[in-house]
């Protein structure tokens, strides 16, 4: 099956700097990745998908990446806030399929 | 709904007991799935529903581990004589399912935390 691995765990940024967390994805026939946001206590919340058909998309200050030929993707969030802080999760769902399988999340820290 | 629902919130049960863990999606949304997730982790997925239908169970631990959604809306994930490593988050997601690409947004429950003594 598909196996998901995220780098780095945790990542410690000043406020205004950029961010960047990286997902592999082990399947090719692999074809949609999203990005959730989990805050503290919360529920994972959907905050950007990209899909194989794409290389790049943006929503305000975050990004998201594909190079299928690498079988990996990478979101960005430029001009971090302390309340972008949370858990973010990379997911890879495979052409066919309905589940997602998930990486082990990344803790941002944004210090002000 | 607002969203998805789930219930209880905290269930704390005693090594060997039965639970019972609900969830009701978003209106309208066809889809239906059950994850577990541990503290530090990403969520685990355990099985998927298409309106009634259990469309993949590949995921459940083992056969003390059921799910049902018998009229294609709520859903109830049976955990049967739990043990202690059953302890964890357990979270219900629903997508509206059609062919429409936009379709396939996952959206999460709050999750039932359950605690096995």
């Known amino acids: 099956g598909e196996n998901v691995e995220q780098h780095p765990s945790t990542l410690s940024v000043q406020e205004g700097d950029s961010a960047v967390i990286k997902c592999t994805y082990s399947?090719?026939?692999?074809?949609?990745f999203p990005w959730y946001k989990q805050e503290l206590g919360k529920r994972p919340q959907l905050i950007i998908d990209?899909?194989?058909?794409?290389g790049e998309k943006k929503d305000q200050r975050i990004a998201v990446t594909l190079n299928k030929t690498a079988k990996h993707f990478s979101l960005h969030i430029t001009e971090t806030q302390p309340e972008d802080s949370a858990v973010y999760f990379c997911a890879a769902r495979r052409s066919g399929y309905s589940t997602l399988t998930f990486g082990k999340g990344t803790m941002l820290l944004v210090s002000p | 709904g607002a969203g998805v629902s789930q219930s209880p919130r905290y269930k704390v049960t005693k090594r060997g007991q039965d639970v019972a863990l609900r969830c009701d999606p978003i209106s309208g949304h066809v889809s239906l799935y059950w994850y577990r997730q541990a503290l530090g982790q990403g969520p685990e997925f355990l099985t998927y529903f298409n309106y009634e239908a259990q469309q993949d169970k590949s995921g459940l631990p083992n056969d003390r581990f059921s799910a049902e959604r018998p009229e294609g809306s709520i859903s109830t994930l049976t955990i049967q004589r739990t043990e202690q490593r059953d302890s964890a988050m357990y979270r219900c997601?629903?997508?509206?399912?059609?062919?429409?690409?936009?379709?396939?947004?996952?959206?999460f429950g709050s999750g039932t935390q359950l605690s096995v003594l």
């Open positions: 399947d090719s026939a692999s074809n949609y």
């Open positions: 990209i899909r194989s058909n794409v």
């Open positions: 997601a629903s997508s509206l399912g059609s062919s429409d690409r936009e379709d396939e947004k996952l959206f």
